[in-house]
């Protein structure tokens, strides 16, 4: 005796809605883990850790980004001469940027009590401390990008040459 299995067009729908709701869950599932992971492992931030390389000869010490208010922050860094002679400190210029908005903000840091003190011997520290005034402010623990610039001129040879070096920090927000 030959069967045959004749599938009726009800059977089909039955099937394929079964896989749907079967593998539909895992698919959900899935979208879940990949929306967590987004948010959390895949940004920038997670992997961008806190960091100041100011510049070849300076070595940074400590730092910190501080909120004040709804719209000022304040930076400060301790940092200290590693030359190998005497320098001026004439101008330092800061460029604060929010990671996530790309917004940018500029002080420039040219004499005390701003920076404390201006003249530096090999191996002295010095202390920078600025108010950054932002537009909005990120929460607790959000990543910023401080680009640093220096001018200084060489102490230590008559003709006192002047020089720029650079560098940056990246800090987050506490």
Same mark, same amino acid.
């Given at each position: 005796?030959v069967?045959s299995?004749?599938?009726?067009p009800?059977?089909?729908?039955?099937?394929a809605t079964?896989?749907?709701v079967?593998?539909?869950w895992?698919i $959900?599932i /899935?979208?879940?883990?990949?929306?967590i992971?987004?948010?959390?492992?895949?940004?920038?931030?997670?992997? /961008?850790?806190?960091r100041?390389?100011?510049?070849?000869?300076?070595?940074?010490?400590? !730092?910190?980004l501080t909120?004040?208010?709804?719209?000022?922050v304040?930076? %400060?860094?301790?940092a200290? %001469?590693t &030359?190998? !002679?005497?320098i001026n400190?004439? %101008?330092?210029?800061?460029?604060?940027?929010?990671?996530?908005?790309g917004?940018? /903000?500029?002080?420039?840091?040219?004499?005390?009590?701003d920076?404390?003190?201006?003249?530096?011997? #090999?191996?002295?520290? !010095?202390?920078?401390?600025?108010?950054f005034v932002?537009?909005?402010?990120?929460?607790?623990?959000?990543l910023y990008k401080?680009?640093?610039? &220096?001018?200084f001129t060489? #102490?230590?040879?008559?003709?006192?040459?002047?020089?720029?070096?650079?560098?940056?920090?990246n $800090?987050r927000?506490?």
């Open positions: 005796m069967s299995k004749v599938s009726s009800k059977l089909r729908g039955q099937a079964e896989f749907l079967t593998y539909g895992a $959900v /899935v979208l879940a883990i990949m929306a992971l987004y948010s959390t492992v895949f940004k920038p931030e997670f992997y /961008v850790s806190e100041c390389d100011i510049a070849p000869g300076i070595t940074c010490d400590n !730092f910190a909120k004040i208010d709804d719209k000022h304040r930076l %400060n860094f301790q200290h %001469n &030359m190998g !002679f005497q400190v004439t %101008n330092i210029g800061l460029t604060l940027q929010d990671s996530k908005t917004i940018f /903000v500029t002080n420039n840091v040219n004499s005390m009590p920076l404390s003190p201006s003249l530096l011997n #090999e191996g002295q520290s !010095f202390d920078v401390t600025t108010t932002v537009s909005s402010i990120g929460v607790s623990g959000s401080i680009n640093f610039t &220096m001018n060489n #102490e230590a040879v008559s003709s006192k040459p002047s020089h720029v070096t650079a560098g940056i920090i $800090v927000l506490s």
